[in-house]
């Protein structure tokens, strides 16, 4: 059993699986191809997703508490990943053992997760718009035709810019329209195609990630 | 009645066609020997003075996986783990420093598991710490911080970003190039793309980042599976200029066709 599940003709078997039902229903339809499509997307998607976020979160603590024990580690950082991981393992427990909709699971989400998740947020949204203002130079030509590009696009929906010049409307629409949408269709055609082909490897199983 | 569901049958052969060429440029490749030349991206090139930099300036190079799990944009993180295979190998024959960081949990074991690989297979296992993958956080934002921090403490050379990226991707190519590290890039998204292009100093663009795997290889199946998706570009390419043709000369039969 443990040599099937180490195999690996088992992980090819199971994506050819999951493909001929996602295309099959998709180019084919049917009730029997629709419910294996909904048991797939919908049942062994939410399973197979959990399993590999409990793996993830393993992985994680295990990593935090090899730190934490190294000798090495400085006693700040040990203490850290040592506190980290107790937090983490509580708020587990309080939420599997009195429900996310308890008040303490809500207070540590209300009063701790949220105001942590906003004052990041805000500093990192600064830093943004001064990484947006240092990084957006004409240092060379590619990039100035992406200044020009974003500035026309900016005054055509800036309400002041038809008071300066009532063509700013039509270039910056034209930008949009026609420039834009031809280098992103080509952009998407290529990356589609690019995907298939990934498939294709991943079918045959010559992807090198899947220990070809 | 239809076998095909209305209006996907030029889809379904669409599909079939790209798949095809795909597995025939694999197969001339493979089995007639018919190896073709493919011109290596400069992004390519570029990891390998990337880690040849770290090497010599003693610093190491910060290898970011992307946001989002495994279940989300499974196809962009597939590409990204080809081209971190790629990567590790090379820091680890050159000896240079190296740090994987993540956001996503998922992710956390396929990257680790990689890395570990890439350093076993070069001879040296001992190369591979606990500190060298490292999951920071799942927050966008506090990922965003948690990178940023990384980057001015260990003081990195180098930085590559390919894969999937949100709002994260321009700070963080920002705050490497305040630290003069090499920005090395990859997007397939539209909205990521003018980051890119501004905050990379070599990046990979839409399919480029799918051929990436390819082109670090260098094998004949892979350099196979690229000539498939040229003869495939080739194809739309000529569907484009016919539908043009036909569409300026009144005809809609171009886009009929396309929608059966």
């Known amino acids: ?212 | 009645m239809s076998i095909v569901v209305s209006g996907r049958l030029s889809q379904l052969v669409f599909l079939v066609l790209y798949s095809f060429l795909v597995i025939y440029g694999i197969y001339r490749s493979v089995v007639q020997g018919k190896i073709p030349k493919v011109r290596q991206p400069a992004a390519i090139k570029a990891l390998e003075e990337a880690v040849g930099r770290c090497v010599e300036m003693g610093k190491p190079l910060l290898f970011q996986t992307g946001i989002g799990d495994v279940s989300t944009e499974g196809v962009t993180h597939m590409a990204m783990l080809s081209v971190l295979s790629y990567t590790s190998a090379l820091v680890a024959q050159k000896n240079a420093k190296f740090i994987c960081s993540t956001p996503s949990p998922t992710l956390f074991p396929l990257a680790e598991a990689i890395v570990r690989e890439a350093y076993v297979a070069a001879g040296k296992p001992d190369g591979f710490t606990s500190d060298t993958v490292r999951y920071l956080s799942n927050d966008q934002m506090a990922y965003c911080s948690a990178v940023m921090h990384l980057m001015n403490q260990e003081q990195v050379a180098a930085n590559v970003q390919i894969g999937f990226f949100q709002a994260e991707n321009l700070v963080t190519l920002e705050a490497a190039k305040d630290l003069g590290a090499i920005n090395i890039g990859g997007a397939y998204r539209m909205l990521r793309i003018p980051d890119m292009a501004i905050g990379c100093d070599f990046f990979l663009i839409g399919e480029e980042v799918f051929a990436a795997g390819a082109f670090c290889s260098q094998e004949p199946l892979q350099l196979g599976s690229l000539l498939g998706q040229d003869m495939s570009k080739w194809v739309a390419l000529a569907l484009i200029v016919v539908g043009t043709l036909f569409t300026a000369f009144g005809s809609d039969a171009i886009v009929k066709a396309l929608r059966l």
């Open chain 1, 1 to 212: 059993m443990s040599n099937i599940l180490k195999s690996r003709e088992l992980p090819i078997v199971l994506i050819w699986i999951a493909v001929l039902i996602i295309f099959g229903d998709y180019f084919f339809g049917g009730t029997a191809l629709r419910t294996a499509f909904t048991v797939l997307t919908v049942d062994w998607a939410v399973i197979i997703t959990n399993i590999a976020i409990i793996v993830g979160a393993l992985a994680v603590l295990q990593r935090s508490l090899n730190i934490a024990r190294r000798e090495r580690t400085e006693k700040v950082e040990r203490f850290m990943q040592t506190w980290t991981v107790f937090l983490a393992v509580s708020i587990f427990v309080i939420g599997v053992t009195l429900g996310i909709r308890s008040s303490i699971y809500s207070w540590v989400y209300n009063y701790i997760l949220l105001p942590s998740w906003q004052t990041v947020y805000t500093l990192i949204i600064f830093f943004m718009a001064t990484a947006s203002y240092r990084a957006y130079r004409a240092n060379n030509s590619y990039a100035a035709v992406l200044l020009i590009s974003g500035l026309l696009v900016l005054m055509r929906n800036a309400p002041v810019s038809s008071s300066i010049w009532s063509g700013f409307q039509d270039l910056g629409s034209w930008v949009l329209d026609v420039v834009n949408l031809a280098g992103t269709r080509a952009i998407m055609i290529g990356a589609m195609i690019g995907a298939i082909s990934l498939l294709i490897k991943v079918l045959l199983a010559k992807e090198k990630i899947l220990g070809e």
